[in-house]
């Protein structure tokens, strides 16, 4: 079965410093692995997905994400954080077989400070 | 192109009174999902179409549940009745593809569902 562990419910950066949040993942197959993003009353949006291709993924806006299989690891990055980043994020795992079916993590909330 | 439209955007109702969500996936789009998102938590899969067929409603609740899509296109979720644990959002999405582990899916603003 597939899961996936957000490290971090909070997250607080400065404006124009890094970006970090965490996301572990479990798969007995290699998974694809999606980052989401949720602004306030708007619907999710794909940020990059990795699908056993490169294991450095880059995305819109920025972001990018690097698949670490030894460390079961997908965690989401940025170099220099915007205040229209300020948004929830979501890691999310897909089964390899059957359905295909979307595993979401619980969520990051990330806050960007002036 | 125009994304995923869901109505209504808000919903209050008092318990135990019937409730009823309309989603338009994106033009083409053969696959169709419904999650429910509780607060603070991430969305969970309550059932997926593929055309007009469900072919996964193992996580919908089918006492109070139901789901339709006649005609392969627009869906309705409906619960009848509402209960106070059924405040949450509840999200549409669509892909192109039947399945495929690369596969995106598209989501709508969701529908805010208040049991009062």
């Known amino acids: 079965a597939q899961s996936v562990t957000q490290l971090d419910s909070h997250v607080s950066v400065s404006e124009g410093t890094p970006v970090l949040l965490r996301c572990n993942y479990s798969?007995?197959?290699?998974?694809?692995l999606f980052w989401y993003v949720q602004h306030p009353n708007k619907g999710l949006q794909l940020l990059l997905k990795?699908?056993?291709?490169?294991?450095l993924v880059k995305g819109i806006n920025g972001f990018e994400a690097e698949f670490k299989k030894s460390e079961t690891s997908f965690h989401l990055t940025k170099p220099s954080a915007h205040m229209s980043d300020a948004a929830e994020y979501f890691c999310v795992v897909s089964s390899t077989s059957g359905t295909y079916k979307y595993i979401f993590g619980t969520g990051t909330r990330l806050k960007v400070l002036a | 192109e125009a994304g995923v439209v869901q109505s209504p955007r808000y919903k209050i109702i008092e318990k135990k009174q019937p409730v009823a969500f309309w989603c338009n996936p994106i033009?083409?789009?053969?696959?169709l999902y419904w999650y429910l998102q509780n607060l603070g938590q991430g969305p969970e899969l309550l059932i997926r179409y593929e055309n007009e067929e469900a072919v996964d409603d193992s996580q919908l609740p089918k006492d109070r549940f139901s789901a339709e899509r006649l005609k392969g296109v627009d869906s309705t979720l409906k619960i009848q009745p509402a209960e106070l644990g059924d405040s949450a959002v509840y999200l549409c999405a669509s892909s192109s593809l039947a399945g495929g582990p690369g596969n995106e899916q598209f989501f709508g603003p969701g529908t805010r569902l208040t049991v009062l």
């Open positions: 990795y699908t056993s291709a490169a294991t």
């Open positions: 798969s007995s197959y290699s998974p694809s």
């Open positions: 033009s083409g789009h053969n696959t």
